[in-house]
């Protein structure tokens, strides 16, 4: 840091941190990065699964043509263990807020370093949850939370209030199930969702999908495909967390 200055506290210290309010996203992602588990080298060029060198990727989706799993490829700002697996958590389903604005800060920071991937995308949107989940929307804070780290409007989120992917219609949750009833959620899911505004927007279009824990791609397959059926050209995935293929 410069002479003067505080050193951020690092993940995940960040409520602590002399920069929880007025830190950049590039300075969030960069004093994450020192702690976070990083996606394995080398990974799989699909779902960024680790894989070993010269090995195929085990998970079935990736195995499929791009038209039938939906997205490209999906991208992870790290893996899902330690302290980031607590802190999701923590926002998921004990509606601790304050930690929206530290993941936007993470997403938007990967996007600054990521330029390559970045380049001809037209929509960043979140993979959105029931308007009615409890105890809050987080992917949709966390959306909230980029679009304000975002401060030269360099990338194409929307502004708070104003989502392009919506989701009015509760469905079964995935978590806990067999296979085959994680598949079922992800098609209910993908089929409850609105393309808000003009559905000409679409069309042609590269979308970059963001949510916060990629598993087995199930659930963004079935939403890409659905985008693409609407037009889209090419949806690509971004995730706070990639879960370690168990098989």
């Known amino acids: 840091m410069t002479a003067g200055l505080p050193d951020p506290a690092g993940f995940p210290d960040c409520p602590v941190c002399a920069y929880r309010i007025t830190g950049t996203a590039r300075l969030c ?31 079935r989706v ?24 607590d802190k999701i958590h923590k926002l998921k389903y004990e509606g601790r807020a304050g930690w929206a604005l530290i993941f936007g800060r993470l997403l938007v920071g990967w996007m600054e370093s ?18 009615g989940r409890q105890p809050l929307q987080h992917i949709e804070a966390i959306m909230d939370a980029a679009y304000t780290e975002d401060v030269t409007r ?7 209030g104003a989502h392009r992917l919506v989701k009015h219609a ?6 806990n199930r067999t296979l085959d009833e994680k598949r079922a959620a992800a098609v209910a899911h993908a089929a409850a969702l609105t393309w808000t ?23 963004l397959q079935h939403v890409a495909r659905r985008l693409r059926a609407n037009g889209a050209v090419d949806v690509r995935g971004l995730v706070l967390a990639r879960v370690p293929w168990s098989g």
């Open 29 to 59: 992602s960069d004093c994450a990065g020192r702690t976070l588990q990083p996606v394995a080298e080398p990974h799989c060029p699909v779902c960024s699964q680790a894989v070993a060198p010269g090995r195929p990727c085990g998970n």
């Open 62 to 85: 990736c195995a499929l043509s791009e038209a039938e799993r939906g997205f490209s490829r999906v991208d992870a700002v790290a893996m899902y263990s330690g302290a980031l697996r």
């Open 114 to 131: 990521h330029p390559e991937a970045m380049h001809g995308v037209d929509h960043v949107v979140g993979n959105p949850t029931h308007t």
């Open 154 to 160: 360099a990338f194409p989120l929307s502004p708070p």
């Open 170 to 175: 509760e469905t079964p949750r995935s978590a």
């Open 197 to 219: 505004g003009d559905t000409g927007d679409i069309k042609g279009a590269t979308i970059l999908l963001v949510d916060d824990v990629f598993t087995s791609g199930s659930q």
